[in-house]
């Protein structure tokens, strides 16, 4: 599936997006979303000159004012003169389309702007899982000179989730007044959130699902997430109206101030667990990639065919299909492994 | 962190439940969740024994009525005395708990009845992939006799819509009146349904929602899949009332019928589709297990950090790891990549 396009190389593609070539970087993020060669070349350029930008998850319940929230936070960090990139995992399917127009029409104030850069991704379809294909599409804007990059996400999904949570700073959107099962999907978000907003604060139960928050975050502290550690510090917890931009300043300063007195512990934490994402889906590619390379994607088909009728369990075809991989790998070939 | 706890083996809890033991079936869909050895030797006995169940994915936006509506499939189903196995992807989280209780009380009212058994599932924290570990779940109720399994998920989500759409018949639920984002996630999941439902059928707009359903479904029509196939046939929309059970038996009827005019080209798609999803989670597993074994370990770890640090980019990381996972696997020793 995946080839490599006619046109420049992935190499020439990175040093151009490093240059400024914003058609360049358009390019590489496509070539990102779609897990090619291109893509992988370009990485290998780019990684070394990524690391420094600020990355900052955004997710929140359907309705929360994500999206606005984001247009009124990239105003506030343009008047301080700061670069932002912006990835948007749309909920949407690439089929069907059904990008949220509205918000996305907000966003496009900034069309003129070179220093504002927004990404739609699809969230279906990424071969190495949504995580891993955002965290690289953060890392070429990252390397590309973006100072400020915002990963926005729907908070209702497992992928989703993690998008945002593998970021240096994850904010968890809320807004007043939301039905049940909503409230049941908050309980999960907020243990990844370093910073809880209320949104449409200019709503009646604004200030009155702040204070709930603030009882419910203390009275349930201290908490151990679900890698066993002990919490490193309670949620800010602060009021916004995306609308008027009540409230985004102070939410900015937050977000700053949280990666400023994050220790080096949490901070190395975050990372390593973006590396990790980065690196099993790769490895899992090439995996899968050795499987279907001609020498064995007889084996592989005919085990993943006997699984599928039950002929063979699970764990079994997996054994065989090691004993495979090591035929491959003790070949001696890393191109195998690799497009 | 997986470790085999003192009781029962794998291999005799899967013959107690295949006996009809239901502590057994507990136990061992919780070690199916916990991904331990018991859950491997007993999926290696049980796997055979599946196959037979039909598996149905119901997915849709929260508020959608997706607890209540499976509530209402269980007691339309065992009128007609079949046995029905549900799994519950909750969207909160193991830690802060938070399952939507009301649903889950009107479900309780199958207490009694043992050819019903219902489990909840956190929908975060599974190393294989939520999509794995739910179809090794439904599988373990197929191997010990249940005839319907319900998969319901909030479809919202990449994973989770993945696990809906795993099923053999796949049921997206709609509510009349839903918000723009709402409405944009609708279109992502309606590439996925076999059977739309429009839900609250007593709600005004519950009519004219499934006529701009159909109308919206002759119109895209005909549509390219993700997987490049041709639509194999265009869903059936029903409108149900969950709670009063309107529309209900007709739905049952509608998802035999799926499954019955299916044709085997579009079975074997998703039976496949299953089969992939378990086997590369069970590889990944193991080429994980392998890389953080003794005599790997520091060599991962370290790797992990450079890439961290963006000292190396990781897939110069990921070939290096590729290397060390070969000298392990030529070592010959299977074991090294088993727990």
Chains 1, 2 share one sequence.
Request: hydrophobic fraction near 45%.
């Amino acid at each position: 599936m995946p080839t490599s396009a006619p046109g420049p190389s992935g190499t020439d593609l990175a040093e151009a997006a490093i240059a400024g070539d914003r058609r360049a970087l358009a390019r590489l993020l496509t070539a990102v979303e779609n897990g090619s060669l291109v893509a992988e070349a370009a990485m290998r350029r780019l990684y070394p000159a990524a690391g420094r930008a600020h990355l900052v998850g955004i997710t929140g319940a359907p309705g929360s004012g994500k999206s606005t929230l984001v247009a009124a936070l990239i105003v506030e960090a343009r008047r301080a003169g700061r670069s932002v990139g912006v990835i948007a995992v749309d909920p949407s399917s690439p089929v069907t389309g059904g990008a949220i127009l509205g918000d996305r029409v907000r966003m496009q104030a900034h069309a003129g702007d070179r220093d504002v850069f927004i990404r739609s991704m699809a969230s279906r379809g990424h071969a190495g899982g949504l995580a891993a294909t955002s965290v690289a599409a953060a890392t070429v804007m990252d390397a590309t000179g973006f100072e400020l990059v915002l990963m926005e996400t729907v908070g209702t999904g497992q992928s989703e989730v993690d998008v945002a949570a593998a970021a240096d700073t994850t904010v968890v959107l809320e807004a007043p007044e939301m039905g049940d099962e909503v409230q049941a999907i908050k309980a999960g978000l907020l243990e990844v959130a370093d910073i809880v907003v209320v949104n449409k604060g200019d709503r009646p139960g604004a200030q009155r699902s702040a204070s709930t928050l603030r009882t419910m975050l203390v009275a349930s502290a201290p908490r151990a997430p679900l890698d066993g550690r002990p919490w490193p510090k309670r949620p800010e917890i602060l009021v916004t109206t995306a609308t008027t931009a009540e409230g985004v300043a102070e939410l900015l300063a937050a977000i700053d101030r949280h990666r400023e007195t994050a220790t080096a512990e949490a901070r190395d934490r975050r990372r390593i667990a973006r590396a990790e994402a980065q690196l099993w889906a790769i490895l899992g590619q090439r995996v899968r990639l050795a499987l279907a390379a001609p020498a064995n994607a007889a084996t592989t088909g005919a085990l993943i065919e006997a699984v599928a009728r039950h002929q063979v369990d699970p764990y079994a075809a997996a054994d065989r299909l090691l004993t495979a991989l090591a035929t491959t790998l003790a070949a001696g070939s890393a191109d195998a492994v690799r497009r």
